[in-house]
């Protein structure tokens, strides 16, 4: 029988044990959802049912992860997702995620509302030749000035890619947050965050600096970092993106938390795919708890996975520690997938790995065919 005290065996234990050490509001602003938060349950759920299709007598070796992005090689297909405030749950911060990640070859998107200079992050592991990609993330707050300013921040600092966050030009209805009350007495820095960012404003403010396509377009022209869009979920945005030129397109619907009974990431998935047609990297977030879930996504067709909240959970047990075992779980259970349907190498799982095909535009008796 397990005890509050006994070690986290997977991620859902990380999770018990977090939400038992945070307040009321802070497990509210980190593992909360909008409104009635249909959205943050269906995206676990989602990937729980696919069902995975294994082949066997495959004598395959030991399964490496590296995967390709943006023309380079990385350790795994995994990211750290942007996340914003992780002061809240550790004093180290986004530093502790950032070492964590390197440590176990994962990438990390550093979010432009970190308490955590994004120079002291690439300080950190900027040069360690085994980590993931450091990307950095931007919203687009109306002033196209300071938005480039922070871009070629980021680019002087190390940074390989630029994360444009496009589905949250408000906030959303978080229920939750609301009820709970508001614990922290003292704001934490944010050091990428203009001046004014903190004052009131009304929804009608905020809308009219809300981003564009023309924003996106003029950002990647602009751009000194090669510039991805995160919240595409409808395949003519994810059209629109290729043809602005951007690098590359984060399916997700931001985790749950901005607008409520959106279709989780896992449905929404394959008809990004056949949108986009190879064209740009896809990569996936949301609900993302297995390495069952993470070969599920590159089955589907993503080329890595962004995890949230369980990084955030990994965090409040242990900071660097506990970060790096929430990852070292992650990528164990993704290394036994793999080898228990027979493959060695990322870039051989594909969408004949599940049962049944979830994913009407692509023909299974063809590609079984050819194998």
């Not at 939400?19 to 759920?45: C, I, K, M, V």
């Not at 938005?147 to 978080?174: N, W």
């Not at 394959?270 to 986009?276: D, K, L």
Request: proline share 8%; net charge negative.
């Amino acid at each position: 029988m397990r005890t509050a005290d006994s070690p986290p065996v997977n991620l859902a234990d990380h999770e018990r044990q977090a939400r038992e050490r945070l307040s009321p509001w802070t497990d509210a602003y980190f593992n909360g959802g909008a409104a009635d938060e249909h959205t943050l349950r269906a995206n676990q759920a989602a990937w729980s049912r696919l069902m995975l299709w294994p082949r066997v007598l495959c004598a395959v070796g030991m399964p490496t992860l590296t995967t390709t992005l943006l023309g380079r090689d990385w350790p795994t297909p995994v990211l750290v997702a942007p996340m914003a405030q992780q002061g809240r749950l550790h004093p180290d911060a986004e530093r502790a995620t950032a070492l964590a990640a390197a440590a176990q070859g994962v990438g990390m998107v550093l979010s432009m509302q970190a308490n955590t200079p994004l120079e002291h992050i690439a300080h950190d592991v900027g040069a360690d030749p085994e980590r993931g990609p450091l990307w950095f993330q931007l919203y687009h707050l109306g002033d196209r000035g300071w938005t480039l300013e922070l871009a070629e921040r980021a680019a002087r600092a190390g940074y390989e890619a630029l994360v444009l966050t496009v589905d949250a030009p408000i906030q959303g209805v978080r229920d939750r947050e609301r009820r709970a009350a508001v614990s922290e007495s003292s704001p934490l820095p944010q050091p990428h965050m203009p001046p004014a960012s903190g004052a009131a404003q009304g929804l009608a403010s905020l809308l009219q600096q809300a981003a564009s396509w023309a924003d996106v377009e003029w950002l990647r022209a602009h751009s000194p970092l090669p510039l991805l869009l995160k919240g595409i979920l409808h395949p003519a945005d994810a059209r629109v993106a290729c043809e602005a030129g951007v690098a590359g397109i984060v399916v997700s619907n931001h985790g749950g938390r901005v607008l409520d009974t959106t279709p989780p990431t896992a449905d929404v998935l394959p008809h990004i795919v056949e949108a986009v047609r190879d064209e740009i990297p896809l990569l996936v977030d949301g609900g993302i708890r297995r390495g069952t879930d993470v070969f599920k996504a590159l089955a589907l067709g993503a080329r890595a996975v962004l995890l949230g909240r369980p990084v955030a959970h990994g965090l409040v047990n242990g900071g660097a520690r506990g970060v790096a075992h929430v990852l070292r779980l992650l990528l164990d259970e993704f290394s036994a997938t793999m080898a228990l349907c027979g493959l060695d190498r990322v870039s051989a799982i594909t969408p004949r790995y599940l049962y049944p095909n979830p994913n009407p535009f692509i023909n299974l008796n063809e590609i079984n065919s050819r194998l």
